[in-house]
């Protein structure tokens, strides 16, 4: 069974900075896109980044120049740098592995939580 564990989030002041990181288990991460996914409370799970087996990368319109996706496949991770913080990016941050056609086929764990102060 594959299961990814997100860690590194916290709490940051706008403008600052912060990288999430998550391991997989039971999977090699180079076989996978991998995806972010965020939820802020009271509010649906959103796509923020995608990465495909074979490099590309996807980022939504709000975090794109601010976030920047990569993957270790050495070490099996997957990262998100976050740059350039705001409010709007307080939320859980969640890691999954994708199908073929994109969709997130893992376990959404307990995330990660990110919170972004004035």
């Known amino acids: 069974q594959v299961q990814l564990g997100a860690f590194g989030g916290g709490s940051v002041q706008a403008a600052g900075s912060l990288k999430l990181s998550c391991v997989l288990f039971g999977a090699v991460v180079s076989d996978y896109g991998m995806a972010w996914y965020r939820q802020a409370v009271d509010q649906e799970r959103e796509l923020v980044s995608t990465i495909s087996r074979d490099g590309v990368t996807t980022y939504s319109d709000s975090v794109k120049g601010r976030f920047t996706i990569s993957r270790d496949n050495a070490k099996n991770m997957l990262f998100l740098q976050m740059n350039n913080l705001k409010l709007e990016d307080t939320a859980a941050y969640y890691c999954?592995?994708?199908?073929?056609?994109?969709?997130?086929?893992?376990?959404w764990g307990q995330g990660t939580q990110v919170t972004v102060s004035s």
């Open positions: 999954a592995a994708l199908t073929r056609s994109g969709t997130p086929f893992t376990d």
